[in-house]
């Protein structure tokens, strides 16, 4: 029997939103309604300096808040970064690790991203593992072993189903408005089962598996009815409650 994995629609804001935008998540939080949470999880990263705020808001709300990155250190000299615990403390429950953003601007390797996911789980924070191939690599018919190879060097040893979320999202695909068809998203999310399957065994097939690149209220219907998704990393169109909400109501 398949297993029951409760999805996930989370939103990542990137560096966008000032104080004004409170307003926006205020608006989300009033209307995501007790049906729609029933049905699938909801979160908001939004940029640490709103983390707090946010999550003050959220109480008592269907709405979770989590960060967009975490140094792999409890605390020290590391000017400018912020710990899994600091997000913890601000009222996070989860943070991104090895969003292709930061692996590309900020040079992360997947030694790095897997040292990251640790320090979540070591502070109480679910770690949501980025993944992804960029166009070249799609176009070299490598997709899957890049992922693979991803997969491999990111997810430490010690992901669970509870702990942990995949979010598999090609470089080509993210802020583009381009998507892969859906039976792309559907092998990659196949090939990406397997492989957490046979290293986490229950833990692997009970994990979630975001899909993320230019997801809208207009094609989020179609990618998120594809098996072994499990929901959606969404960033432009998580800035606008009306269109997140949108595209979360793919599973209302
Ligand atoms: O983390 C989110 C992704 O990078 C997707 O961004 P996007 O929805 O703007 O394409």
Same mark, same amino acid.
């Given at each position: ?46 940029? =640490? &300096? ?5 999550? $003050?808001?959220?109480?008592?709300? !269907? /709405?979770?808040? @989590? ?91 010690? =992901? &669970? ?5 995949? $979010?598999?999202?090609?470089?080509? !695909? /993210?802020?583009? @408005? ?75």
């Amino acid at each position: 029997m398949a297993v029951q994995i409760k999805p996930l629609v989370a939103g990542n804001w990137k560096m966008n939103g000032l104080k004004a935008a409170l307003g926006e998540f205020s608006k989300l939080c009033e209307h995501a309604s007790a049906d729609l949470a029933a049905a699938t999880d909801l979160m908001i990263c939004p940029p =640490a &300096t709103l983390l707090g705020a946010m999550a $003050a808001s959220a109480q008592e709300t !269907a /709405i979770s808040v @989590g960060g967009q990155d975490c140094h792999m250190a409890e605390k020290g000299a590391h000017t400018g970064d912020i710990s899994a615990e600091m997000l913890a403390d601000s009222g996070a429950v989860a943070v991104i690790v090895g969003h292709s953003e930061r692996r590309a601007d900020h040079g992360e390797t997947d030694d790095t991203v897997a040292a990251k996911a640790q320090a979540a789980w070591r502070a109480g924070l679910g770690a949501i593992i980025c993944v992804g191939e960029t166009e070249a690599e799609r176009k070299a018919g490598k997709a899957i072993e890049v992922v693979s190879g991803q997969l491999a060097g990111s997810v430490p040893v010690g =992901a &669970t189903a509870d702990n942990t979320v995949i $979010a598999y999202e090609p470089v080509w !695909a /993210i802020g583009t @408005g381009l998507t892969p068809t859906a039976e792309d998203v559907r092998e990659m999310h196949e090939s990406i089962r397997k492989t957490l399957a046979a290293r986490f065994k229950e833990h692997g097939e009970g994990m979630r598996i975001l899909y993320g690149g230019s997801v809208k209220p207009a094609n989020a219907a179609e990618l998120l009815a594809v098996p072994n998704v499990n929901g959606a990393l969404v960033g432009g169109a998580s800035l606008k409650a009306d269109d997140f909400l949108g595209i979360a109501a793919a599973y209302g």
